[in-house]
């Protein structure tokens, strides 16, 4: 806060404070001096300029929301928060993992989810992201991203008391609950919406509305299309509303106004509500499309960066022990803004999707080359301290293979002539391919679009006979993930990848996957596998312990903590893929269905003054390593 606004500072501040307890306020204050001057900094770019004489006192009103949110909240939590304060690298060390799932397809319920905490602690998950949990739109819900309320939980999931409960087990088990908050969209009939559909003009400005067609065709001519198959264009006309309203993904979800200062004030408002009931971490669903500019794609506007930083500012006065995770995917070098840049640098998102990294990875188990998975990993960029990336290998949605389009051109190459074939591989159209998958999004004119299908799918687990194709399929599952792991981030596993569980091809989803191919991936959790899990030689218990080893060794080595510094190593053979965490470790990956052999001397700048060992076994490096097809190591230096 600048210091020629004084009366509004104090005014500010008594706002905030007026909400709380005594016993609050000293707290408060601290937080107030700190961080007040990136809330209002981001708040005048965005709703300041042109209504200088209402912005003011709406500004008073939303601090002092923040402050009855801040009085809310339980004791429990604000001990959390003044804990995370005083350890902020807590979410960037090499013990987080995270574990993501739907709720009825992983327990039934929060209650199941709950009962099933001790097998998370199994595994050894430190995150757990629930998928949508809020009470959606009945019938078509985008699998809950069409939110019709912010405040309540979908019924037949559960009951706010039931989140309550969830959270509290998990907290008191060390695991962080991930939630998703839609920022862009509400479903039509949210009460937003449906006030908007009775005439009320407050409401009726929450969204884009256009008259007729003039400007969403011209809006029309620069804007990509999310789903151009089943949802093609970005405008849906409602007759009750009189024209044709912003609807980026689907026609039931309706873009919310960000223009609108309202907006934000609820918004911030329902975000703090949910971390009160003990999310920790929310994912910010499609954080690139939230403002809208003529004459441009409407993604990644600096307007976007704005209402990131004002939110993450309010957090920080509210609620400091929770993070925040952009959903932008979007290729690696657009992803820094979502971190924060300039002054605001390490002030905006904890975590974004590396979904580059995930793209090439699977591009360099389909084409056996690691030249793309190079230049992503080469054109990462340094993030703030306070920053890390979410690592994975498969999660609900599709591979989107646009992520790879800078690291494809600065080879030179046609974008759709290189990816084509690997999509086509990966969903098994190729002679000699593993994998079956699906295609997904594609037609004639959009040839590359996404591709679908769970791990076990597209690794050739699942269609698996013989013995060399169960093992190699095997060490393909264990490759992506040890990438994952061993990259510099939070690794996430996806629900059923640590029992081997393949596609959902049961005819009781046919129907929701003929309306939207990414349900292959989101099957329910097979029981008969969960179960199977410790009976030695079952298909899931190898995976399962597979999984289990690679996140017990790399708990105990702290140089793969996610602020660590890497670096990949140059070798002659393009199949194989050197990564360097420190100078202690040194993972050797094997993307190719050929036995390599590499010598210790070819990687000529790590430090061999003293042996290097397998982390694995415990044994002594020779002077040349020896992988099988697909197969990996991980060295560490002897102190």
Known sequence: ????????????????????????????????????????????????????????????????????????????????????????????????????????????????????????????????????????????????????????????????????????????????????????????????????????????????????????????????????????????????????????????????NYGNRAVFADIAKALLGLANHGVEVFRLDSSPFLWKRPGTSCVNQPEVHLILQALRAVIELAAPGVLLKAEAIVPTAELPPYFGSGEARGHECHLAYHSSLMAAGWAALAEQRTDLLARVIDGTPELPSSATWLTYVRCHDDIVWSTLKPEIAAGGESFSQRLTPVSRFLAGEVDGSFARGQAFQTSAEVPVFGSNGMTAALTGLSTATTDDEIVHAERRIRLLYALALSFGGLPLIYMGDELGQGNDESDAHAALRDADGRWLQRPLLDTARWIARDRPGSPSARIHALLRELVQVRKQLPMLAADQPRRRLTTADPSLLVLARGDAFVAVMNFSALPKTLPLSALGDIDNSAPWSDAFTGQAATAALSLAPWDLCWLVRQP
């Open 1 to 256: 806060m600048k210091p020629e606004h004084p009366d509004l500072l104090a005014a500010l501040r008594r706002s905030l404070l007026s909400a709380l307890p005594m016993d609050r306020q000293a707290l408060a204050e601290v937080r107030f001096d700190r961080h007040v001057g990136a809330l209002v900094g981001t708040l005048q770019a965005l709703y300041g300029k042109d209504d200088a004489t209402g912005f003011d006192g709406w500004l008073g009103e939303l601090l002092q929301t923040i402050g009855q949110c801040l009085a809310a909240r339980p004791a429990e939590l604000l001990a959390l928060d003044e804990d995370r304060l005083a350890h902020p690298d807590w979410f960037l060390q090499s013990r987080m993992l995270g574990y993501c799932a739907y709720v009825d397809r992983f327990a039934g319920t929060l209650d199941g989810v709950r009962q099933r905490v001790p097998y998370l602690r199994e595994l050894g998950v430190t995150y757990l992201h629930l998928l949508p949990f809020l009470k959606m739109q009945a019938g078509d819900n985008d699998g809950g991203f069409a939110v019709a309320s912010f405040e309540a939980i979908e019924p037949r999931l559960g009951t706010m008391a039931d989140l309550d409960a969830l959270t509290a087990q998990l907290r008191a088990s060390g695991i962080s609950l991930c939630g998703d908050f839609v920022l862009n969209h509400v479903a039509s009939d949210h009460p937003w919406a449906q006030a908007a559909l009775r005439g009320e003009a407050r409401y009726r400005d929450y969204f884009h509305v256009f008259p007729d067609r003039s400007l969403p065709d011209a809006y029309e001519a620069q804007l990509s299309q999310v789903f151009p198959e089943v949802a093609p264009g970005n405008f849906t006309a409602v007759p009750a509303l009189g024209g044709w309203v912003w609807s980026t993904f689907y026609p039931y979800q309706w873009d919310l």
